[in-house]
Structures are given as structure tokens and as C-alpha cells.
């Protein structure tokens, strides 16, 4: 009776699944490895995202000023600065619903680039940096309201090699 | 810093199948015991879930696909049938407005946004269509849920060279109308005030008319309320 009873969870779980994956669209974010950052260098970090498959979002610069772009916000802890946000380009498509447009969209699978820059202040050690990825997704038919994607990774801030010349960039080294 | 210290990109977890696609044959019990009466009661048991919700997970596929297709229910809000609940909103222009306002006339009830690309396709056909069918009863009403404030509303009706009113949407109206989980989402609500069809996403321009139809087709008429009279329309039908 117990095998039953575990089948029978079993099954409902992967139902329950199933049912929330045919729901609407989204954006999920790839799982990211702790990346390691040496303190006073700029690193690229790159964060993989995937639509789901049917959609597509408004690229960082759709070509129309009312379409909402995907934007990428991080809040940095202390001693860790953000840099440059690379987004990729875009692809521009033609969809059924606007045959004489063409839209600047992502679908599948793109990757942001983020530079991480911990300051020579930074503590050896791990750090979380979260933020949002705001997109807008629309399929052939129908536009979804926009959507925040919840956006975290973990670096790993680790002391330059010895005999290392500072970066002079830092706000911190006064020549 | 060298490549090695940056982090390849990582893989996405494979999609759980849906139930019964990644159900491995339950081959473990091989002893005697695996065909007494209660072992074959288990498996009859698993067999019958696996089957019923493999059975629902399909079929509710199915009806949410013909439920698009037709234009009937895929999402929440007012039934067909059911009153149409009502609101006061302002209009680009400052007046406000009931849908109550509108009772004795036919009502294509269309919510959008200017980030909607699939609605700027309906919004010519809605201004001919409201020029088409006004004098006898139609009225459009665009409802835009924007964020982007009054002035980029306005703009964009008037690039699109919008007839009809436009409103400006509100959450909780969003709310009586089911959430407008997306956009364009229209109602066409017949003279009583009662919806005939909740059509979610983008349609062809003959569907949209033959659902004006349909709701100018029901109701009872409000003497003044239009110009001309169709025979064989307007005879206090109601919603089923």
C-alpha cells in the first residue's frame, strides 16, 4: 500500500509540474557556478537565460520606444561594483502579428555579460550579488504584462598574486 | 584574468515530461509474491492514476487549444452570459466613464497597451469597424493598461488614428476582468450589458466582426441609442 501511495504522489507531483510549465511564458536563468574574481580586477560574469519556447522578449533596444526592453538590474554589496552590462543583440523578426515590422527580440537562449569589479577593499571571499531581469514576452498572438526575473549569482573574490601591480583604476590607489 | 578563472555556461535542467512520458516500466517485483492478488491490486491502482492524469493533462491541453480557437474560455472574467461588471474610468479626454453609460448599445470592450504589438494590428480594424457598425449600436471602447502615463497613451491612439474612446485602465478593473494575464483581451458584451464572447489574444478581423454581430444581435435596444434598425436583430434576446 505504501508503493501505491508513493506512486500516487509521485504521479500528482509531476502533474502538478507539467500543468505549471504549460502555463505562461517565462524566462529562466541558467544556474551559475561560483565565479572566482581577483580583488581590483574587472571580471565578466556571464549569466545565461533561456525563453521558453513560443515566446520571445523585446530585446535591451527594441525598435519601437513603446516596446518595453529587457533590462538587467544588480545590486552590489558592499566593496563590489557593477560595471558595463553587455546585452546581446538582438534578432530582428518578422511575427504574423505585425507583418510590416520588424521586432528586435531574444528567444531561446542569450547570455548577458556583467562585469564585476571588487574594489581593493573587498574581503577575500564570497559574495552574492542578486537583482532583476525585467522582460517583456509576448507569443504570436497575444503580449504579457512585464515580468521581474529574480537574478542571482555568487562570485568568489580571491587576493591578486603576490607582486600583483595595482589596478589603477581604483578609487582607492591615489598616485 | 585568465579564461580558466570565468565560469563555462552552465546547462538548464532538462523540462519534467508530462505525467506518463518518463514512466519507467515497474519491473522490481519478480518473486511469487509479485502476483498475489494485492501486488496485481497495487499495480491496477498506479496503472489507473498514471492513465487519469495522463487523460486530464491531455484533454485539459485540448480544451484550453479549442477553448483559443473558438474564443471562448481560456482565462478568467465574465462568462458569456454573465453580466458584464461595470466601471468608471476616464477617458483621454477627461470625461468619465461607465460602461453602464453604454446600456442599449453593443459594447467591444478591448483592452491593450502600447506595448502590445499584436493589439496596434486590431486598432485599424476596431476604426473601421466602429464606423461600420456605430450606427447601428456598436460602441468600441479601448481600455489601455499602461504604466506609461496619459500623454503616451494619447500619442499613441492618435498615431493609430483611434475613433473610439480610449480609457485609462485600472488594476482592479484588470481584476474584474479576469486579470488580463495578457493582451489584447476583448469582451463583447450585447445592449443588456450581458458578455456574448471573452476572446483572449489576437484574432482575425471576421471573427471580431462576427462577434460584433452577435452581440449587436442580443439585447433589447434603448430607443436613441442607434440610427438604424436591422431587421431580425434586437428581439430582447439574452445571453445563454
Redesign the interface.
Known amino acids: ?1 505504501r ?2 501511495t508513493e ?2 504522489l509521485l ?2 507531483l ?2 502538478v ?3 505549471a ?2 502555463g ?1 511564458p517565462s524566462v ?1 536563468m ?9 580583488r581590483g ?1 574587472p ?4 549569466l ?1 537565460f ?1 525563453v521558453k519556447q513560443g515566446f520571445h522578449i523585446n530585446s535591451n533596444h527594441p525598435n519601437s520606444p ?3 526592453p529587457t533590462v538587467l538590474k544588480l545590486d552590489a554589496p558592499t566593496d563590489i561594483a557593477i560595471g558595463k552590462v553587455d546585452y546581446p543583440a538582438g534578432r530582428n523578426l518578422t ?1 504574423a ?2 507583418p510590416d ?1 520588424k ?1 528586435n527580440v531574444y528567444s531561446g ?1 542569450f ?1 548577458v555579460k556583467v562585469t564585476v569589479h571588487p574594489l581593493h577593499t573587498a574581503t577575500p571571499g564570497k559574495y552574492n550579488v542578486r537583482g532583476q531581469l525585467r522582460y ?1 514576452a ?2 504570436d ?6 515580468r521581474n526575473l529574480a537574478v542571482h549569482f555568487e562570485v568568489q573574490v580571491k587576493k591578486p598574486a603576490a607582486g600583483a601591480r595595482p589596478n589603477r583604476q581604483s578609487p582607492h590607489v591615489h598616485s | 584574468m585568465p579564461d580558466s578563472m570565468h565560469n563555462e555556461v552552465k546547462q538548464f535542467e532538462e523540462p519534467v515530461r508530462p505525467a506518463g512520458q518518463n514512466q519507467a516500466p515497474q519491473q522490481t517485483e519478480t518473486s511469487p509474491a509479485a502476483y498475489s492478488p494485492h501486488a496485481r491490486r497495487n499495480a491496477a491502482v498506479i496503472i489507473v492514476v498514471v492513465v487519469a492524469v495522463a487523460a486530464m493533462l491531455i484533454g485539459g491541453q485540448y480544451l484550453a487549444h479549442r477553448g483559443e480557437r473558438s474564443g471562448t474560455i481560456t482565462a478568467g472574467g465574465p462568462k458569456p452570459g454573465a453580466a458584464a461588471p461595470d466601471f468608471t474610468l476616464q477617458s483621454l479626454d477627461g470625461k468619465t466613464v461607465r460602461l453602464t453609460d453604454f446600456r442599449g448599445k453593443a459594447v467591444l470592450l478591448n483592452f491593450w497597451a502600447t506595448w502590445c504589438e499584436p493589439c496596434k494590428l486590431e486598432m485599424p480594424w476596431f476604426v473601421e469597424l466602429q464606423k461600420q457598425y456605430g450606427p447601428q449600436g456598436l460602441e468600441v471602447l479601448g481600455v489601455a493598461m499602461d504604466d506609461s502615463g496619459k500623454e503616451a497613451v494619447a500619442k499613441f491612439a492618435k498615431d493609430m488614428g483611434v475613433n473610439y474612446p480610449v480609457l485609462l485602465g485600472k488594476e482592479s478593473v484588470g481584476d474584474e476582468y479576469g486579470g488580463l494575464e495578457y493582451l489584447p483581451t476583448s469582451f463583447y458584451i450585447d445592449r443588456d450589458g450581458k458578455v456574448v464572447a471573452r476572446v483572449f489574444g489576437l484574432r482575425s478581423r471576421s471573427d471580431i466582426e462576427d462577434w460584433i454581430k452577435e452581440a449587436l444581435s442580443r439585447g433589447s435596444r434603448v430607443a436613441g441609442k442607434e440610427s438604424s434598425q436591422q431587421p431580425g436583430v434586437g428581439k430582447f434576446e439574452t445571453s445563454n
Do not use: H, N, W
Open positions: 500500500m508503493r501505491v506512486a500516487v504521479v500528482a509531476m502533474a509540474v507539467a500543468m510549465q504549460a505562461g529562466e541558467a544556474p551559475t557556478a561560483v565565479t572566482p574574481v581577483l580586477k571580471s565578466p560574469v556571464e545565461d533561456r513603446y516596446l518595453i511575427f502579428f505585425a515590422e521586432l537562449d547570455a517583456q509576448c507569443d498572438r497575444a503580449c504579457y504584462p512585464p
